[in-house]
Protein backbone atom coordinates (compact mmCIF):
# COMPACT_ATOMS: atom_id res chain seq x y z
CA UNK A 1 0.00 0.00 0.00
CA UNK A 2 1.24 3.41 -0.70
CA UNK A 3 1.68 5.31 2.55
CA UNK A 4 1.18 9.53 2.72
CA UNK A 5 3.62 10.50 4.86
CA UNK A 6 4.30 13.52 6.96
CA UNK A 7 8.03 14.18 5.60
CA UNK A 8 11.16 15.01 7.45
CA UNK A 9 11.47 17.88 8.86
CA UNK A 10 13.42 19.93 6.03
CA UNK A 11 10.68 19.02 3.21
CA UNK A 12 7.45 19.99 5.87
CA UNK A 13 9.52 23.11 6.42
CA UNK A 14 9.68 23.67 2.75
CA UNK A 15 5.60 23.25 2.16
CA UNK A 16 5.07 25.44 5.41
CA UNK A 17 7.25 28.22 3.69
CA UNK A 18 6.76 28.49 0.00
CA UNK A 19 5.78 25.27 -1.28
CA UNK A 20 6.42 24.94 -5.26
CA UNK A 21 8.30 27.96 -5.28
CA UNK A 22 11.15 26.32 -3.19
CA UNK A 23 11.19 23.25 -4.35
CA UNK A 24 14.66 22.02 -5.60
CA UNK A 25 13.20 19.85 -7.92
CA UNK A 26 11.11 23.07 -10.02
CA UNK A 27 13.83 23.82 -12.21
CA UNK A 28 13.89 19.89 -13.54
CA UNK A 29 10.07 19.68 -13.77
CA UNK A 30 7.80 20.79 -15.91
CA UNK A 31 6.13 22.67 -12.88
CA UNK A 32 9.13 25.20 -13.83
CA UNK A 33 6.59 26.77 -16.61
CA UNK A 34 3.77 27.78 -14.36
CA UNK A 35 4.05 31.26 -13.85
CA UNK A 36 4.40 32.21 -9.84
CA UNK A 37 1.29 33.88 -9.87
CA UNK A 38 0.06 30.24 -10.38
CA UNK A 39 2.41 28.47 -8.12
CA UNK A 40 0.00 28.46 -5.07
CA UNK A 41 -3.03 27.15 -7.00
CA UNK A 42 -0.10 24.23 -7.88
CA UNK A 43 0.85 23.40 -4.49
CA UNK A 44 -2.76 23.41 -2.60
CA UNK A 45 -2.95 20.88 -5.56
CA UNK A 46 -0.18 18.99 -4.08
CA UNK A 47 0.03 15.59 -1.49
CA UNK A 48 3.64 14.97 -0.72
CA UNK A 49 4.59 10.86 -0.43
CA UNK A 50 7.40 9.29 0.84
CA UNK A 51 8.58 5.82 -0.16
CA UNK A 52 10.96 3.49 1.47
CA UNK A 53 13.03 1.28 -0.85
CA UNK A 54 10.65 -1.37 -2.75
CA UNK A 55 7.59 0.26 -1.60
CA UNK A 56 5.63 0.32 -4.64
CA UNK A 57 3.93 3.92 -5.29
CA UNK A 58 1.48 1.49 -7.56
CA UNK A 59 1.14 -1.65 -9.04
CA UNK A 60 0.57 -3.05 -12.63
CA UNK A 61 -3.21 -2.64 -13.45
CA UNK A 62 -3.69 -0.35 -10.84
CA UNK A 63 -6.39 2.21 -12.30
CA UNK A 64 -5.08 5.53 -12.70
CA UNK A 65 -6.30 8.35 -10.23
CA UNK A 66 -3.52 10.64 -9.88
CA UNK A 67 -0.14 11.91 -11.65
CA UNK A 68 2.94 11.90 -9.97
CA UNK A 69 6.00 14.33 -9.80
CA UNK A 70 9.48 12.95 -8.78
CA UNK A 71 10.83 15.51 -6.22
CA UNK A 72 13.96 13.35 -4.82
CA UNK A 73 15.34 9.77 -4.98
CA UNK A 74 14.54 6.94 -7.64
CA UNK A 75 12.49 4.65 -8.88
CA UNK A 76 11.55 1.85 -11.37
CA UNK A 77 9.01 1.29 -13.96
CA UNK A 78 8.47 -2.49 -14.57
CA UNK A 79 6.12 -5.12 -16.13
CA UNK A 80 5.23 -8.68 -15.35
CA UNK A 81 5.36 -10.38 -18.65
CA UNK A 82 2.93 -13.65 -18.75
CA UNK A 83 5.97 -15.85 -18.32
CA UNK A 84 6.43 -14.42 -14.82
CA UNK A 85 9.45 -12.81 -16.41
CA UNK A 86 9.95 -8.74 -15.32
CA UNK A 87 10.78 -6.46 -17.91
CA UNK A 88 11.89 -2.80 -16.71
CA UNK A 89 11.16 0.04 -18.71
CA UNK A 90 12.53 3.08 -17.31
CA UNK A 91 14.27 4.25 -14.18
CA UNK A 92 12.61 7.70 -12.81
CA UNK A 93 14.21 11.17 -10.93
CA UNK A 94 13.87 14.26 -9.54
CA UNK A 95 11.46 16.30 -12.12
CA UNK A 96 10.24 13.28 -13.67
CA UNK A 97 6.25 12.77 -14.37
CA UNK A 98 4.49 9.94 -13.73
CA UNK A 99 0.30 8.84 -14.46
CA UNK A 100 -0.05 10.98 -17.56
CA UNK A 101 -1.23 8.12 -19.64
CA UNK A 102 -4.68 8.55 -20.82
CA UNK A 103 -5.23 4.68 -20.10
CA UNK A 104 -7.48 4.13 -17.58
CA UNK A 105 -4.90 1.41 -16.32
CA UNK A 106 -1.63 1.79 -15.36
CA UNK A 107 0.87 -0.53 -17.79
CA UNK A 108 3.62 -0.58 -15.49
CA UNK A 109 4.68 -0.98 -12.01
CA UNK A 110 6.14 1.88 -10.34
CA UNK A 111 8.37 1.02 -7.18
CA UNK A 112 10.98 2.93 -5.43
CA UNK A 113 15.29 2.13 -5.97
CA UNK A 114 15.68 3.65 -2.80
CA UNK A 115 13.98 6.40 -0.18
CA UNK A 116 12.24 8.93 -2.25
CA UNK A 117 9.59 11.84 -2.17
CA UNK A 118 7.34 12.69 -4.81
CA UNK A 119 4.21 15.43 -5.21
CA UNK A 120 0.51 14.08 -5.96
CA UNK A 121 -2.10 15.42 -7.75
CA UNK A 122 -5.45 14.36 -8.50
CA UNK A 123 -5.75 13.69 -12.48
CA UNK A 124 -8.26 15.92 -12.76
CA UNK A 125 -7.36 18.55 -10.75
CA UNK A 126 -4.25 18.76 -12.56
CA UNK A 127 -5.39 18.34 -15.96
CA UNK A 128 -8.19 21.32 -15.37
CA UNK A 129 -4.80 23.85 -14.05
CA UNK A 130 -3.03 22.18 -17.69
CA UNK A 131 -5.95 24.03 -19.75
CA UNK A 132 -5.60 27.24 -17.63
CA UNK A 133 -2.35 27.42 -17.99
CA UNK A 134 -0.67 26.90 -21.67
CA UNK A 135 2.76 26.98 -20.54
CA UNK A 136 2.42 24.19 -17.99
CA UNK A 137 0.31 22.25 -21.15
CA UNK A 138 3.26 22.33 -23.85
CA UNK A 139 5.90 21.72 -20.96
CA UNK A 140 4.04 18.37 -20.74
CA UNK A 141 3.92 17.81 -24.50
CA UNK A 142 7.81 18.39 -24.69
CA UNK A 143 8.43 16.10 -22.18
CA UNK A 144 6.52 13.50 -24.00
CA UNK A 145 8.36 14.12 -27.09
CA UNK A 146 11.91 13.82 -25.34
CA UNK A 147 10.39 10.34 -23.37
CA UNK A 148 9.30 9.11 -27.07
CA UNK A 149 13.15 9.69 -28.45
CA UNK A 150 14.13 8.16 -25.31
CA UNK A 151 11.76 5.16 -26.11
CA UNK A 152 13.02 4.67 -29.67
CA UNK A 153 16.98 4.37 -28.13
CA UNK A 154 15.95 1.96 -26.28
CA UNK A 155 14.45 -0.17 -28.69
CA UNK A 156 17.29 0.07 -30.68
CA UNK A 157 19.55 -0.45 -28.16
CA UNK A 158 18.01 -3.33 -27.11
CA UNK A 159 17.13 -5.11 -30.99
CA UNK A 160 20.66 -3.89 -32.62
CA UNK A 161 23.52 -3.35 -30.08
CA UNK A 162 26.07 -6.33 -28.37
CA UNK A 163 25.66 -6.83 -24.26
CA UNK A 164 28.75 -5.00 -24.04
CA UNK A 165 27.48 -1.91 -25.86
CA UNK A 166 23.94 -1.79 -24.42
CA UNK A 167 25.59 -1.64 -20.64
CA UNK A 168 28.29 1.16 -22.67
CA UNK A 169 25.36 3.22 -23.50
CA UNK A 170 23.51 3.13 -20.07
CA UNK A 171 26.39 3.89 -18.63
CA UNK A 172 26.85 7.01 -21.27
CA UNK A 173 23.61 7.81 -20.43
CA UNK A 174 22.90 7.59 -16.84
CA UNK A 175 25.16 10.84 -15.67
CA UNK A 176 22.80 12.97 -17.58
CA UNK A 177 19.41 11.71 -15.82
CA UNK A 178 19.72 12.87 -11.67
CA UNK A 179 19.55 16.16 -11.43
CA UNK A 180 19.67 16.78 -8.07
CA UNK A 181 22.89 14.69 -7.86
CA UNK A 182 25.53 15.27 -10.54
CA UNK A 183 27.86 13.35 -10.29
CA UNK A 184 31.61 14.40 -10.33
CA UNK A 185 33.41 14.38 -13.46
CA UNK A 186 33.11 10.77 -14.78
CA UNK A 187 31.98 9.24 -12.01
CA UNK A 188 28.21 7.32 -12.26
CA UNK A 189 26.54 6.83 -9.63
CA UNK A 190 24.38 3.37 -9.76
CA UNK A 191 21.26 3.32 -7.67
CA UNK A 192 19.86 0.00 -9.44
CA UNK A 193 20.93 -3.53 -8.43
CA UNK A 194 22.98 -5.57 -11.68
CA UNK A 195 19.74 -7.44 -11.81
CA UNK A 196 17.29 -4.12 -12.21
CA UNK A 197 20.27 -3.28 -14.90
CA UNK A 198 19.53 -6.51 -16.61
CA UNK A 199 15.50 -6.20 -16.47
CA UNK A 200 15.87 -2.97 -18.01
CA UNK A 201 18.73 -4.12 -20.94
CA UNK A 202 17.07 -7.03 -21.89
CA UNK A 203 20.33 -9.64 -20.75
CA UNK A 204 20.82 -11.85 -17.52
CA UNK A 205 22.36 -10.55 -14.33
CA UNK A 206 25.29 -13.13 -15.57
CA UNK A 207 25.73 -11.33 -18.67
CA UNK A 208 25.73 -7.67 -17.02
CA UNK A 209 28.43 -9.21 -14.49
CA UNK A 210 30.69 -10.20 -17.33
CA UNK A 211 30.63 -7.14 -19.36
CA UNK A 212 30.96 -5.11 -16.47
CA UNK A 213 34.47 -7.12 -16.04
CA UNK A 214 34.86 -6.90 -18.87
CA UNK A 215 35.00 -3.00 -18.81
CA UNK A 216 36.52 -3.14 -16.28
CA UNK A 217 39.48 -5.00 -17.78
CA UNK A 218 39.70 -2.69 -20.79
CA UNK A 219 40.34 0.25 -18.48
CA UNK A 220 36.97 1.86 -19.37
CA UNK A 221 35.70 2.11 -15.84
CA UNK A 222 36.90 1.23 -12.41
CA UNK A 223 34.41 0.22 -9.50
CA UNK A 224 34.72 2.85 -6.50
CA UNK A 225 32.12 0.88 -4.70
CA UNK A 226 29.16 -1.10 -4.97
CA UNK A 227 26.72 1.94 -6.45
CA UNK A 228 30.01 3.77 -8.00
CA UNK A 229 31.77 3.79 -10.86
CA UNK A 230 34.58 5.90 -12.08
CA UNK A 231 35.23 6.10 -15.94
CA UNK A 232 38.68 6.05 -17.10
CA UNK A 233 38.65 6.63 -20.94
CA UNK A 234 35.09 8.45 -22.11
CA UNK A 235 35.81 8.45 -25.73
CA UNK A 236 36.58 4.98 -25.50
CA UNK A 237 33.49 4.07 -24.02
CA UNK A 238 31.30 6.47 -26.05
CA UNK A 239 32.80 4.93 -28.91
CA UNK A 240 32.03 1.35 -27.74
CA UNK A 241 28.40 2.41 -27.22
CA UNK A 242 27.94 3.82 -30.68
CA UNK A 243 29.41 0.56 -32.34
CA UNK A 244 32.70 1.84 -32.88
CA UNK A 245 34.85 0.28 -30.07
Partial sequence: MLELAGLPADCAKRRATGGCDVCQARPFSVCASVPDADLARLD????????????????????????????????RLSRLLPDGRRQIAGFLFAGDFIGLSDEARHAFAAEALEPSTLCRFRQGDYRALMREVRDLETALLQRAGREL????????RLGRKSALERLAS????????????????DVIRLPMTRGEI???????????????????????VRQLSLNLLKVERHDALRDLAEGLG
Fill in 44 to 75: GLAETVALEPDQALFRQDDPVTHIFNVTSGSL
Fill in 149 to 156: SAARDQAL
Fill in 170 to 185: FLIDLPGIDPLRPATP
Fill in 198 to 220: ADYLGLTIETVSRSLTKLKQLGL
